[in-house]
């Protein structure tokens, strides 16, 4: 099976490469704002080979193509010499290129020689051969990466039963797939229900809760093989769990929709034990609440019956989107939405200084 990157767009693409280098190379990287890089997408923290604290730092650069080509050392003339300043600032110990450009061995000889003569201390080329390999052989940088699941076949991965269901949540997802922006909210959910099988997302209305929990039920089939089941109520999820099978349960607004419902609370604090034996044994819960929903109801609330309820929180705050990705996600809805043209043309010289108001997120 084959994934057309180039249809990911150059924002998404550098997220994979995020999760790339965190999942696959096992080096948590430090992504930096285009314009004010240095001549850097990214820079690895912490050194390939070796603890040496002198031996300097590495970086990262993402090579993106709209178009399926080969990669040749033409394509990454301009980058050369941005290489040897780096090298000279010590900034360049090893330089990693990924690309969903394919690449030749030659190529890739003549440019590993091209940038060690510019003084890096190692190059290493990544390509879309590459990529792709690590895409079919790790579910979790697929969950990293949601994007990915609306390009591939996902019946490659999902027997059938999952299959349908992941189907099913892909066709109510839409258009928002495509739009989703991978925030840090996101990558601390995944590592949230991975790292404690449950996750409780607090955020504003229309924060992203929703589509953050979809790809988290389309990941879990996906990694877990979890058969996804939606609840309303305490005594919903009283009835569907099932001790020994594989599920994944998302359970939205649990304590209210758009005010606190005092009644709730007891009745969790009720199913809260049969929670906390169901996440020992491999169960995964997803919870959203609204903020100020979520301060109403946790007094009344017995966390010792379920204590990873209150370690395992994500808030999700829109007022501390980065200037980029409030643009990227206006971006995205903007190029995927279905606006008239004229409209589009009428606002797209604001769209640079609109991207940083607040009240657009709100």
């Excluded at 290129?97 to 030749?104: E, P, V």
């Excluded at 939606?230 to 349960?249: A, H, I, M, Y």
Aim: hydrophobic share 40%; proline share 4%.
């Amino acid at each position: 099976m084959t994934y057309p990157l180039h249809l990911l767009g150059w924002k998404a693409f550098q997220d994979l490469c995020i999760a790339l280098a965190e999942e696959c190379l096992r080096r948590p990287v430090q992504n930096f704002l285009p314009g004010n890089d240095a001549g850097r997408d990214g820079a690895f923290v912490g050194r390939w080979d070796g603890d040496d604290p002198g031996a300097g730092a590495s970086t990262i650069q993402c090579k993106f193509t709209s178009k399926p080509s080969n990669l040749s050392l033409s394509i990454l003339t301009d980058e050369l010499e941005k290489a040897r300043k780096l090298a000279k600032r010590r900034l360049a110990a090893d330089y990693i290129i990924l690309t969903n450009h394919s690449i030749s061995g030659a190529s890739e000889l003549k440019i590993k020689e091209a940038f060690e003569k510019q003084g890096v201390g190692r190059c290493r080329v990544f390509g879309y051969e590459w990529i792709v390999r690590q895409v079919r052989s790790s579910p979790r940088l697929r969950m990293m990466a949601p994007r990915l699941y609306g390009l591939g076949d996902l019946n490659e991965f999902l027997d059938e039963r999952a299959y349908a269901q992941a189907q099913l949540i892909l066709s109510a997802l839409g258009n928002d797939l495509q739009r989703l922006v991978v925030t840090e909210a996101h990558r601390k959910s995944v590592r949230a229900i991975s790292a404690h099988n449950l996750v409780l997302l607090l955020g504003a209305p229309a924060a992203g809760k929703s589509t953050i929990g979809a790809s988290l039920a389309i990941g879990a089939a996906d990694i877990w093989q979890c058969a996804t089941i939606k609840v309303t109520s305490p005594q919903e999820l009283r009835e569907r769990l099932s001790p020994g099978d594989r599920q994944f349960f998302w359970i939205d607004d649990a304590w209210g929709n758009t005010q606190y419902q005092r009644q709730t609370s007891e009745l969790w604090n009720q199913v809260f034990p049969l929670m906390q034996a169901a996440v020992a044994s491999g169960a995964r819960f997803l919870m959203t609440s609204r903020d100020y929903i979520w301060q109403a109801a946790r007094g009344d609330l017995k966390f010792q019956a379920l204590p990873i309820l209150s370690k395992s929180q994500v808030v999700i705050n829109v007022h501390e989107l980065s200037t980029q990705e409030k643009a990227q996600i206006l971006y995205n809805h903007v190029k995927l939405g279905d606006q008239p043209p004229a409209f589009r043309a009428e606002i797209k010289p604001s769209l640079p200084g609109d991207s940083g108001a607040e009240r657009l997120f709100t």
